[in-house]
């Protein structure tokens, strides 16, 4: 948020900021994989039209997306602490309000916890900013995906949490997880008061403004890299949302559904270990293609079959495809702003990259449940939609790698 020292010194505070950001992706994270196993059953459950079924993690993700540019203010003005706590409280909110819309039987109260759940979402997406915020150049990279290594934690907390609450509150399903979720927020926000992240200063009269949001959206690399980071999460997300629905739908278990989420979850970010390295090594463009490319070899083992193997594998290659283009494209974003720039362009990006997400999962469950008269055609559906926007981010990122116009700040 502040100007740094860029000498290697100056990264023993990104370092620690970086390990607290981890142990918050690790206890806060855990919430999502909850609610996208649990989110298209419990609206299957509640909805009075199938093709309902996925409007709550659809309203999550609209939260998410609309509240994205609000929060970037908070924490530009504010402070990154205040921003993830404002979040915490959301998705506790959010918890408690899902839990309640189950036990009464309301879907309208369903809802609108899915959207205090966005909020924290939102929030959970300037995590990887956070990180590089008292970093240096050099560490940039690694910072963000050690935080998204933090996943890892969340991919075996959260799933278990649904086997261990399933129960919990008979005789309503799925309740007992959402309970859980409140829980996870109330002990999560304890992390950031360990946070040492600098309020950003005030801007003088006279200081740098950047370019306006306009005169960003010229930058070739900052298009690019909004374009592979909107595939890249909504794809994930359009077949992810599905999965919950296609397994129970092809005769597999609730708790089938929670190890291939848990699966999929630990694929997103078990590389985050060394994809900085890849990128310092091979550069931004070749882990971001590497990233399509296993996308797309995902909806080809989806296409194969729906026995469980063809879903384990399908969601693991999905995480992957996920992790190197999700977190390539934020790495190519990072090079293309000034300090004065950067929450203009985080708030900016975020709000395309959710809103592109929105649509995503709003179109999964209509594919999934609208699209045929069985779940293995709405799964067949929602793959093959996957074709069309790996053809637009791979051609873009072709462009770019051609055209020689790569700048950076």
């Known amino acids: 948020m502040t100007a740094i020292d860029e000498t290697p010194q100056s ?13 918050a992706q690790a206890l806060l994270g855990a919430q999502m994989p909850i609610t996208f196993t649990l989110g298209g059953l419990s609206g299957q459950l509640l909805s009075p039209h199938a093709c309902l079924a996925t409007l709550p993690i659809s309203l999550i993700v609209l939260g998410s997306m609309l509240t994205a540019p609000v929060m970037s203010g908070i924490m530009q003005k504010h402070g990154r602490r205040t921003g993830f706590l404002i979040g915490a409280a959301g998705g506790g909110l959010g918890g408690l309000l899902s839990a309640w819309g189950l036990l009464s039987g309301s879907f309208t109260i369903f809802l609108i916890g899915s959207l205090c759940t966005g909020i924290y979402m939102s929030a959970q997406g300037f995590y990887r900013f956070a990180a590089t915020d008292t970093a240096s150049p ?23 949490l649904v086997k261990l609450t399933e129960t919990a509150l008979d005789p309503i399903p799925f309740a007992g997880g959402y309970v859980a979720i409140f829980a ?14 600098p309020r950003p200063p005030k801007p003088a009269a006279n200081s740098p403004h950047g370019r306006t ?114 977190i390539g494209a934020t ?3 990072g090079m293309a702003h000034t300090p004065e720039e950067r929450g203009r362009v985080q708030g900016m990006n975020d709000f395309a990259v959710f809103g592109m997400v929105t649509l995503a999962s709003l179109s999964s469950g209509a594919l999934m449940n609208c699209s ?38």
């Open 184 to 197: 996870l927020n109330l002990v999560g926000s304890l992390v950031f008061f360990l946070l040492d992240i």
């Open 213 to 326: 949001r306009r005169e960003l959206l010229r930058d070739p690399t900052i298009r690019v890299a909004m374009i592979c980071a909107m595939v890249s999460y909504s794809l994930m997300n359009l077949v992810m949302t599905s999965t919950p629905l296609a397994v129970v739908g092809c005769g597999f278990t609730t708790n089938d559904a929670a190890d291939i989420v848990s699966a999929h979850v630990f694929a997103m970010f078990a590389p985050s270990f060394f994809t900085g390295h890849l990128i310092a090594r091979f550069g931004v463009e070749k882990i971001v293609a590497t990233g399509l490319i296993l996308l797309a070899g995902a909806g080809v083992v989806a296409l194969a079959g729906v026995e469980i193997t063809n879903f384990f594998g399908a969601l693991v290659l999905l995480g992957f495809g996920w992790n190197f283009g999700f």
């Open 331 to 333: 790495a190519m974003l």
């Open 372 to 409: 045929g008269g069985s779940p293995v055609e709405g799964w067949t559906a929602v793959n093959l939609a996957m074709l069309p926007f790996l053809t637009l981010a791979g051609g873009a990122l072709i462009w770019f790698a051609l055209s020689g116009r790569k700048q950076t700040a």
């Open 138 to 160: 050099a560490f940039r990279p690694k910072a963000i995906s050690w935080v998204m290594a933090g996943g890892l934690a969340a991919a075996i907390i959260g799933p278990q």
């Open 11 to 23: 990264d023993a505070r990104a370092r620690r900021n970086v390990w607290v950001l981890v142990l």
